[in-house]
Structures are given as C-alpha cells and as structure tokens.
C-alpha cells in the first residue's frame, strides 16, 4: 500500500496538471480572442488573463520538480533547480497577489458603503489595483535577492568557504522564512478583509431589502454571493498551498519523503487548477463560452462516433 501512494498521488498530480492548464489556458485565450477582436477588456478580465498565464507558469515548475522527485533526480542540477525556483517564485507571487487585488476589486464595485473615503477607492479602483501590484514587486526583489544571497552561499560551502556560510546561514535562512511569510500574509489578509467587508456589506443590504418589504433574492444579493464565494474558496485554498509549501520546505530539509513532497505537489496542483475553474464558473462570459465549447465537443464526438 505504501509503495501504491507515490504512483497514485503522481497520476493525481499529472490529471490535475492537464485539468489546469486547461482551465488557465482557455481564461487566456478568451479574453485574448476578445482583445484581439477590439473589445475593451475590463479591469477585472486583465487581471483574470495575468492570473492565468502565472498559474500556467506555476503548474509548469510543479510538473518539472515532480519529474525531477519521481523519474530524474540528476536533471535538477543545480542551473536548473536555481531556475526552476526562481520561476516559481515569480508565479507564486503574482498568482497570490492577482488572487487578492481581484479580491479588493470586486469589493471597490460590489460592496456599498456611504464613507467618502471608500466612495474615493471605488471611483479609482483600477487605479488603487495598480497601485496594490506595484507595491508588491518590492517583496518580489526582496524575495529574488534572498534567494540569490542563498545560491550564492551554497556555491562558496561547494568551494570550502564553511566559515562565511555557517556566519551567514541563520541570517539568511531568517530572512528567507521572514520574506516568505510576508509575502503570503498581506495577500491574505488583504483577501480576508474584502470577504469581511463583503459579509458586511450584504448584510447592510439584506437589512435595506428586509424594511422596504423586498424581496432578498434581487441581482445585488446575488453578485456579493458570488463574489464572496470566489473569495472564500480562494481563502480555503490559499491555507492549504500555505501549508503545502511549509511542508514541502520542512521536507527537503529534513524527511525527504517522496510521497510527502508528491502530496504537497498535487495540492500546489489543487490551488493553480481548482480555482480557476471557479474563477470561471462565477464568470458569465466564461461560463457560457465554456459550456458552448463543451456543447460543440460534444456535438462534434457524436458525429465521430
């Protein structure tokens, strides 16, 4: 049974490989085509389309380090491991803080407060976006910086510098843990604020429906449901890639089990692909041209058949 786990959770992570570069490539590619075709393309579908191509890169590194744990440990030397962590660390930055600006977007157009200062966010929304990504590339390069200070020790530990690196391993290993942790707090924070104030924002209104005798399932009540729902499975998600990559790095260091670090790449595979699809189940257009497409592939294997 033990030696069944690694072929199944790798034949788990190579469906769920499939199943999100699927999901991702085609938020591209839709709004891609619309882009092409001279529509304007919206804030939130700019975002959508970024969030995808990181989540595409993010799947691609986690394919490569689970064929480089399973069926080729010599292919990741050390140019390709340094690579390989560098590309991740890209995705994963913008796919967590493109997850939570899409978070903070949809509560500067849904949500509904009198405050002259949220009524300010919310006229400049794409703008307070912008702002958000921007800010962030500075724990990108902090990020980046820390991982090259530690390629650069374990170069000289390989020349037999030992003195520098034991001086600076804690340094660095602190800084890294420090970066790491902010990087994936604030998005998440920023997340848990908008769902917060989405929670109170619906209430504001049920109460509203509720004294004027309306009803409570008008179109209002249904986007903050649908909003909130996209960023409560973001939230559920986001915790689990957190401690899968916790993990992951509690494992290189100190088990290195296979199945370990296969079950946390199946779910880093679970966050990339799970919540694309839910990003575009509570997306009209998506979810239309997604069930059109189902529609024609259907349609097209009964005439193979």
Not at 212 to 226: E, F, L, N, P, Y
Request: with cysteine.
């Amino acid at each position: 049974m033990i030696s069944l786990l690694p072929s199944i959770l790798s034949t788990l992570v190579i469906a769920e490989f499939v199943v999100g570069n699927f999901a991702n490539v085609f938020i591209a590619l839709v709004n891609g085509i619309d882009w092409v075709k001279g529509r304007k393309m919206s804030c939130a579908d700019q975002i959508l389309t970024a969030l995808a191509v990181s989540r595409t890169g993010l799947l691609w590194v986690i394919l490569l380090n689970w064929y480089a744990t399973m069926c080729n440990p010599a292919f990741y030397c050390s140019v390709v491991s340094t690579f390989a962590y560098v590309v991740w660390i890209v995705s994963n930055h913008f796919s967590l803080w493109l997850s939570a600006s899409l978070s903070i977007l949809y509560l500067l157009k849904i949500a509904n407060f009198s405050s002259l200062f949220f009524l300010h966010l919310k006229w400049k929304a794409k703008r307070v976006v912008f702002t958000i990504l921007l800010g962030s590339l500075a724990f990108l390069v902090c990020h980046l910086s820390v991982t090259g200070i530690d390629e650069k020790m374990q170069i000289r530990a390989c020349e037999g510098n030992i003195t520098l690196v034991i001086n600076m391993e804690d340094i660095v290993r602190l800084s890294n843990v420090t970066v790491f942790i902010i990087v994936h707090a604030i998005p998440f924070s920023m997340s848990l604020m908008a769902l917060l104030l989405l929670f109170f924002s619906l209430w504001k209104h049920l109460k509203k429906m509720q004294l004027s005798g309306k009803g409570s399932q008008d179109a209002s009540t249904k986007v903050h449901i649908r909003a909130m729902q996209t960023v409560i499975s973001f939230l559920l998600l986001f915790v689990i890639h957190f401690v899968a990559q916790i993990t992951s790095m509690w494992n290189s260091n100190i088990l290195k089990n296979n199945s370990v670090g296969i079950l946390c790449q199946f779910l880093g595979f679970l966050y990339s692909s799970s919540h694309s699809f839910i990003l575009i189940w509570v997306n009209r257009k998506l979810r239309q041209t997604l069930g059109s497409f189902l529609w024609q592939l259907r349609c097209w294997l009964k005439e193979t058949e």
